[in-house]
């Protein structure tokens, strides 16, 4: 099964709001990312938080990471229609993989 | 520079027939990861390459499916026999040293569907 777990599954926004995305894992990690995949492409990385971070930022993004909760947010301030995508998690435990969650479509209306 | 590239972008083939999937990853990278994308799923961890030699190939679903990175470049997914469960979307990331540490450069995906 997947480590992450986005939610919610779905959201829609009218352009200039702010998006909230949510992912749950279950067990410890090393750090976790967040990744970007528009309509019929390749994901695209956003950001990376390590365990021992609690926020971060990047542009228009704010990620934070609680550990004890085993949870993270993907905050996107001042939405914009560009910003429709799907939105995953990916959580790193060590070795070698990363393990997605099943994402968080965000559609935004211009 | 070039990013990742997959070919073909779609292969569509019929059951029991044998497929071939692409990958070219940004040069210079050494970690290489094969993952499987449903429709309205997240990537499934396949497989993934240190260099030349598959160092984690766990996610493989059974023997049907194999990979090869010959010259620590390149990298070939290979399904055998081929079954309807396996349509999806194949996509390729690259990584400077580890996937896991690093960003993950992905490619545009294959697109396979088993008739």
């Known amino acids: 099964s997947q480590q992450g777990e986005e939610d919610p599954q779905a959201l829609s926004i009218q352009e200039g709001e702010n998006a909230t995305m949510n992912c749950s894992y279950k067990?410890?990690?090393?750090?976790l990312q967040w990744y970007r995949q528009n309509s019929g492409r390749g994901l695209v990385h956003l950001i990376l938080?390590?365990?021992?971070?609690r926020e971060k930022h990047s542009g228009r993004l704010r990620v934070t990471l609680d550990t004890s909760k085993k949870s993270s947010s993907l905050l996107i301030t001042a939405s914009r229609a560009a910003d429709t995508a799907s939105y995953f998690c990916?959580?790193?435990?060590?070795?070698?993989?990363?393990?997605f969650g099943a994402g968080t479509r965000l559609f935004v209306k211009a | 520079g070039a990013g990742v590239s997959q070919t073909p972008s779609n292969k569509v083939t019929e059951k029991g027939k044998y497929v071939e999937l692409r990958c070219d990853p940004i040069?210079?990278?050494?970690?290489l990861y094969w993952y499987r994308q449903s429709l309205g799923q997240g990537p499934e961890f396949l497989i993934y390459?240190?260099?030349?030699?598959?160092?984690?190939d766990s996610g493989l679903p059974n023997d049907r499916f194999f990979a090869v990175r010959p010259e620590g470049s390149v990298s070939t997914l290979k399904i055998q026999r081929t079954e309807r469960g396996d349509s999806a979307v194949y996509l390729c990331?690259?990584?400077?040293?580890?996937?896991?540490?690093?960003?993950?450069?992905f490619g545009p995906g294959t697109r396979l569907t088993v008739l």
């Open positions: 990331a690259s990584s400077p040293r580890n996937g896991g540490t690093d960003t993950q450069y």
């Open positions: 067990t410890s990690i090393n750090n």
């Open positions: 938080i390590r365990s021992n971070e």
């Open positions: 990916a959580t790193y435990t060590g070795g070698f993989k990363t393990i």
């Open positions: 040069s210079g990278h050494t970690a």
């Open positions: 390459f240190q260099g030349t030699g598959a160092a984690d």
